[in-house]
């Protein structure tokens, strides 16, 4: 299969190109590596740097011809207001629509869209956890508000042109092969422990969240391609379906690196957010897949990702660590 990758040069993105390619597809790439990394990205795989808004984007679609699309391209900033709420709106709905328009002439058969998880859904209580994708959508911040906009767009698209989407939202990744702005916490906690300092957690750190490896993500869109029929313009989580705050997270950290920094904590208005777990059962069903990363492995491979080898603890460098995984368990379970 013929697949173009948006925002191939990200994260994510720069996973499923080799996990794609990995899997004998043929890849094209398209990023504008404002956020990305031209490092990043898998040298077999053919690449394309455009910004998704500029109308060379046709021309490209025009020439390869893919058969689908996987769309995961994203604006971030530290934050939302002034020009970055129209950067990204710019980014994400009209660049989008480029998008979508360029699969319809070029006759593009599947659309994927990558779109927000645990920041979707506001305040919820936890009676109602974990949530499914037919819960309320309250989203909270300009760059969530432009992605649940691209939701309907996408479906939008399938009923206009019968161009064919899966929506897929993703809990909070974590697995990063480096430090960048947007990291996840968990990659924060990492560095600043190696540093011999104190991280600092803004709110309380007792919000839970859903956390999911990004080796967890990218099997979940690998499976998607042998199931494309099944889920033919369905919305899935894509998700633990477990929770973990961020004080656990830290802690479970701390233990595995034998660290007794204590995180500095900032109180402020707006800092604390609703606890959020996101149900999987569709994406189970109809997938055949569920995350197979516990997060004890997890927080062990994302510090063998981030830090170098020899200046690894010996029981994470050598996965001889089962007194720790008990420990750093136990303090999950306790929440």
Known sequence: MKIAITGGAGFVGSHLTKAYQDAGHDVIVIDSLVTGSAEAIDPRARFYQV??????????????????????????HETGTGAHTLTDADVHVRGLINVLDSCVSASVKQF??????????????PELLPLPEETCLQPRSAQDISKLAGEWYARYYTQQY????????????????????????????????????RPIIRGSGNEVRDHIF????????????KNLVRSENRTLHI????????????????????????????????????????DNTRARHLLGW?????LSDGIRQAMLRLLPEQ??????????APRFVIAAEATLSRA
Do not use: W
């Open 112 to 125: 994927i869209f990558a779109s927000g998880g645990n920041n979707l859904y506001g305040r919820v209580t």
């Open 214 to 225: 990004i080796d967890d993500v990218i099997q979940a869109n690998l499976h998607l391609l």
């Open 311 to 320: 200046q690894l603890p010996a029981h994470v460098r050598e996965f001889d």
């Open 239 to 278: 998700s633990t379906g477990q929770g973990c705050s961020l004080n656990q997270l830290y802690h479970m950290l701390a233990i595995m690196q034998n660290s007794q920094q204590e995180p500095i904590y900032l109180s402020g208005p707006h800092l604390e957010t609703s606890s959020i777990i996101l």
């Open 290 to 294: 569920q995350p197979g990363v516990t």
């Open 162 to 197: 019968g161009l064919k989407h899966t929506i897929l939202r993703y809990a909070d990744i974590y697995g990063e092969i480096r430090i960048t702005p947007h990291h996840h916490p968990l990659s924060y906690f990492i560095h600043m422990l190696h540093e011999h300092k």
């Open 51 to 76: 910004d998704i808004r500029d109308r060379k984007l046709q021309d490209i679609f025009q020439a390869e011809r893919p058969d689908l699309v996987s769309h995961h391209a994203t604006q971030r």
